[in-house]
């Protein structure tokens, strides 16, 4: 790296530290009344914006605040006494032409009154091809959960997934739709990657270097960097989802019980006790060499690897890293590699489901 690039990396990091100690000095997780309060706020916002959830954070009263919501809908047909029930029972919904579209956590108890699963607007990361209101769903979610801008170009930074070598031009399309929606709303909008995002959550003691994991439902996002600059960012299209499917299919069981299992009850220290555990541990295992094994590929492809001085940290978070027992898989492979870094150490965030949201707010109030 050249003195010019080191001494810009080195202010910026400066710059990004002074953001995070701000936010970090007040931290606290009082979550779920921050949207509504929010409205007439002037203060910098993160959204994480993810396959199952979408994630939003603003410090309110110097501590930070969020909310979220299932990034999943249900469609059913409009009528006035559906309508007044939704009403009612404060489900969150919205008249779509001659549908109501029931959208959020809501739609996740909607859908299991109904024996059936909700859609979702965003597929393996990025908008999802096949549905074809997707857009206008996600927007009315967005709608929901990110008020208009107080005041004209307060700073939003909102999350995106790192490209996938199948589907690279997709993220500019998906980019370009959330940026102008953000946009129109009065804010000054920007993305970063949701591996960078989980960087400048976790990472500010390491000088905002070393490696970021999000392990998500639609997908799993890594990025690399060296004093807050990305070096390398990469994803696969495996997550959560890829689990529940697998392992409904191998077992014959439905989708939204293997869930279920999974968030409540799965130990990935412990023997498996029936069949559908066991199917679990065996997809957790080939996600996890996934991860690996593509982090090693990147990191073996690319020469621009820094000449980092000490060895660096690897965070896990996501939701899909919540399960006792990943941290310890993920190390167990990752030394069966031989890597071409020096890892110090593997850690897990400390709220695996916020800290893409918190990195978004750090990079909002750097630019502010
Ligand atoms: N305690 C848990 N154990 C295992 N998986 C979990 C747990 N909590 C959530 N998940 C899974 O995490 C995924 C959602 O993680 P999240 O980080 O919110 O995803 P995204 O970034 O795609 O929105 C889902 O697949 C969900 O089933
Ligand atoms: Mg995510």
Redesign the pocket.
Known sequence: MTRRRQEKAGHRKKEIAAAASKILAHESSSRGSAQKSARLDTNPVGV?I????IVFAQKKHGNVAFTSQL?AFISVEYSKFTESILNQNRINHYRMDESLIVYGDGAEVFANMLNTETGRPMRH?LLNPRESKAIEIIKGILDDIVAPAAKRGTQLCFSIPGAHKEAESDIIYHETILRRHLSNKGYNARSINEGLAVIFSELEKDNFTGIGI??????CNVCLAFLSVPVITFSIRK???Y??DAVASVTGEVNTRV?AI??RE?DLTEEPRNDVEDALHIYYDDLIVTLVKGLKESLAQTSKIPDFDKPVPIVLS???A??EGFEHRFEMYLNKEDFPIDISEIRTASD??YA?AKGALIAAMFEG
């Open positions: 994480d993810g396959t199952s959830k990034n990361g999000s392990a998500g439902g639609g997908m997550g959560g989802d689990i529940d869930r999974k968030e799965l996501g939701g899909s919540k399960p695996p489901l893409t």
